[in-house]
């Protein structure tokens, strides 16, 4: 059985997941429309996973099975979409960045 999150260490979570990209150190780092929307969906989830209860006695329960499957699925999907959005789910396009065949290995016959 996995152990799901409890509700504080998601509050700490998403803080840092927001200045990955809002941060003083992100870099300038730009997102496409498509990951800009998946990157929003997921941060308005985890604040409501987060905060569900307040910031009362609830903090530190346990996220639901749902509720962690439900911020899994759309952080996969985040992820997808920068794999796309950076070229990294497809070969290179450019005929020199392939690689060429393996050379065989030396013969050491004499």
């Known amino acids: 059985m996995k152990e799901e999150p409890k509700r504080e260490d998601l509050q700490q979570y998403m803080r840092n997941f927001h200045d990955w990209y809002f941060g003083e150190d992100a870099g300038g780092m730009f997102l496409t ?11 308005n989830l985890l604040a409501e996973a987060a905060f569900k209860g307040g910031d009362g006695p609830d903090g530190d329960s346990r996220l639901t099975e749902t509720e962690s499957e439900a911020l899994r699925q759309l952080a996969g999907e985040l992820r997808r979409q920068l794999a ?6 497809h070969p290179p396009r450019l005929h020199w960045t392939r690689p060429g065949p393996q050379a065989p290995p030396p013969s050491f016959d004499s």
């Open 84 to 89: 796309v959005d950076v070229g990294a789910a």
């Open 33 to 43: 429309l498509a990951a800009k929307d998946v990157y929003t969906r997921l941060l």
